[in-house]
């Protein structure tokens, strides 16, 4: 029987030692990625920011989104910046870069979830553990999941982004590692993967609201999620399997993302649990919501 938690979680991380959220607010949020200070939008921010106007102005570049679409924009550069530089996240390097989204290459909430899967990772015996990434984006899960030993899937319908998951491999030095990069639909590659019979003891999902895969295919998180989800289930491994399920529609609820994984896992058994994934800032101010979760393990 599936058991599932009473209540939702709230995981609350500051990140990697490497990261640090100074401050929210205003509708904004300042972040330390390595050694450069970034300013971007929060539009969950709705409180006041706690440090002074001067903490905010030693950011060496700020994001102002544009009025059509608030994920794009354009960077304004206050110190220089490198082209990329290096953040240490556990044992791997993720390499951070300034471009036309407010994205840097890093998602420092998903620390929690990395940790988890690791120690997943580490109850398979008798064979080497298989780890499926999917929208694995640059590639720190995977390169997370190598390093713990794993082999890894790592699929993304973006080109530029498996060659940033490739440059991250190397910086990390697991150039020998076993990682497989596909780059294709990951409704596609799962369905198919069904078809072939392939199973895996640890599945990360990690979708868009929106997308469009290599050949033009479009992705909506709330049609394409259902479908995607019960495929994902049929390719689960019988013993020492996990799934995580991330989804940054924070607007969306996470008990409707709770429950579609019950339906899907229903007989399987095994534990599910869902909430939120928060970034605390280190000096103890105010936390951010970035997503919501799920995870199931057997």
Known sequence: MLARAEGLELIRTAGPKDYALI???NGRKLERFGKIVIDRPEPQALWQRRRPAGVWKEAHAVFSPSADDEEKGKWRIDKPVPESWPVRVGDVAVTCRL???WHVGLFPEQVPHWEWMQEQIRRVRGERPRVLNLFAYTGAAS???AHAGAEVTHVDASKKAIQWAKENKVASHLADAPIRWILEDAAKFVAREVRRGKTYHAILIDPP??????????WDLFEGLPALMRNAAQLLATDSASLVLTVYAIRASALAFEQLAADVLAER??????????????????VVPTSLFVRWAS
Do not use: I
């Open 99 to 101: 471009q036309g989204l």
């Open 23 to 25: 401050d929210s607010g």
């Open 143 to 145: 390169l997370l999941a």
């Open 269 to 286: 058994g095994g534990r599910l649990s869902a909430g939120e994934l928060a970034l605390a800032a280190r000096d103890g101010g105010a």
């Open 209 to 218: 609201k929106f997308g469009r895969g290599p050949d033009g295919e479009v």
